[in-house]
C-alpha cells in the first residue's frame, strides 16, 4: 500500500514515518503540510490511501474530497484530528472520506485503520462513534424541544418569508410570528432570526 501524509504539525509527520518504516506492506511515500500541496502529491504519485489533516492551511478538506472524488477515484482519504467534531464529520463522510481517526489515538489505530479501508471497509474511530451518538442525541432533544408551530415559523423564514408572509400562509397573526420567532431564538440559543435559522439548519430541524 502506497501512502501519502498532509498534517501542518512537522513532528507528527516525522512520527508518522518512523511508524511506517516499523510497519511492513505499508510504504509512506512522501509527506506535506498544507492542502495545495496534497493535492500536488496525490496527482503526482496516485497513491492507495491519503492521509488528511483536517485543520491544515491551503485547500480545504472538502475541496480535497471532492478533487480526489472527481480526479483520483482510487486513493482512498482517511481523516487525522485533533478534535472530534461529528458534525464535520458526517459531512465528510457523505463527501466521500473513508475513514476518520483521532490523533491522540493514531500510533494505536492507524494499522487497523488502513486495514479497514483496504479491505474496502470505511473506518471510524470508537471516540468519534461515542460523540455521534450524543450529537445526534442532542439533535433529537432539540427536535423534541421546538413546536411543530415553531419548526413551520423556521422553515417559512428560512425560505426568505417576512412575518407577514409568514401570518398570511400559516393563518396567524403577525404577533404570533415573533412570539414563535423568540421562543425558537431562546431554545436554540440564538441571537436573532438569521441565527436560528443557522442553528436549526445545522441541527436537521429544516432543510432548505
Known amino acids: 500500500m502506497n501512502l501519502v501524509a498532509a498534517d501542518d504539525h512537522q513532528l507528527f509527520l516525522e512520527g508518522l514515518e518512523s511508524l511506517f518504516l516499523q510497519v511492513p506492506n505499508y510504504n509512506l511515500i512522501a509527506v506535506c503540510g498544507d492542502g495545495d500541496a496534497l493535492l500536488a502529491l496525490i496527482e503526482k504519485h496516485k497513491p492507495d490511501i491519503a492521509l488528511v489533516d483536517i485543520s491544515m492551511p491551503g485547500a480545504s478538506t472538502e475541496t480535497i474530497v471532492k478533487t480526489v472524488q472527481k480526479n483520483f477515484p482510487n486513493t ?10 461529528p458534525a464535520l464529520a458526517e459531512k465528510l463522510f457523505k463527501l466521500g472520506m473513508c475513514g476518520y481517526v483521532l490523533k491522540e489515538e493514531a500510533f494505536d489505530e492507524l494499522s487497523v485503520a488502513i486495514s479497514s479501508l483496504e479491505s474496502g471497509e470505511q473506518y471510524i474511530s470508537p471516540a468519534l462513534i461515542t460523540a455521534l451518538t450524543k450529537y445526534h442525541d442532542e439533535i433529537d432533544n432539540k427536535k423534541e424541544i ?30 404570533t ?32
Do not use: P, Y
Open 146 to 175: 421546538l413546536t411543530h408551530r415553531e419548526v413551520d415559523v423556521l422553515n417559512h423564514a428560512a425560505m426568505g418569508s417576512s412575518n407577514k408572509e409568514i401570518a398570511r400562509s400559516l393563518d396567524i397573526s403577525e404577533r
Open 177 to 208: 410570528v415573533r412570539f414563535h420567532m423568540t421562543n425558537c431564538c431562546i431554545k436554540l440559543n440564538a441571537h436573532g432570526r438569521s441565527n436560528a435559522i443557522a442553528k436549526a439548519m445545522q441541527l436537521e430541524l429544516i432543510v432548505v
Open 76 to 85: 482512498q482519504l482517511l481523516a487525522l484530528t485533533m478534535h472530534l467534531e
